[in-house]
């Protein structure tokens, strides 16, 4: 079955950086569009970044652009989230996602397969 594994959320102080990765299995990955979202407490989880099956495209919400990066490795499977200049409001748990359908990176075409999250604190 498919299955997609996010690493990498923790702690960190306000200005600081860390890289998310999502791990995918059973899938063929280079037929996916991969996105990132993130829920923070009492609030709908909300759009963070998404990319091309390529990797040639990218999209970002207004909130996370300049700052964050995200990025592929079809080689390996692998979804990244590279988040600098982090602000406390950033604290979220971090989930990945999959899609086959509609290969533009910015369509809200719904995702087929959601991972269970990492969470990252930005302490101030």
């Known amino acids: 079955q498919v299955q997609l594994v996010e690493s990498g959320g923790g702690l960190v102080q306000a200005g600081g950086s860390l890289r998310l990765s999502c791990a995918a299995s059973?899938?063929?990955?280079?037929?996916?569009?991969m996105g990132w979202f993130r829920q923070a407490p009492g609030k709908e989880r909300e759009f963070a970044a998404a990319?091309?099956?390529?990797?040639?495209?990218?999209y970002y919400a207004d909130s996370v652009k300049g700052r964050f990066t995200i990025s592929r490795d079809n080689a390996k499977n692998t979804v990244y989230l590279q988040m600098n200049s982090l602000k406390p409001e950033d604290t979220a748990v971090y989930s990945c996602?999959?899609?086959?359908?509609?290969?533009?990176?910015?369509?809200?075409?719904?995702?087929?397969?959601w991972g269970q999250g990492t969470q990252v604190t930005v302490s101030s």
């Open positions: 059973g899938l063929t990955f280079s037929n996916y569009v």
């Open positions: 990319i091309s099956m390529s990797g040639a495209f990218t």
């Open positions: 996602a999959a899609r086959a359908g509609a290969a533009n990176p910015g369509s809200t075409h719904p995702y087929d397969y």
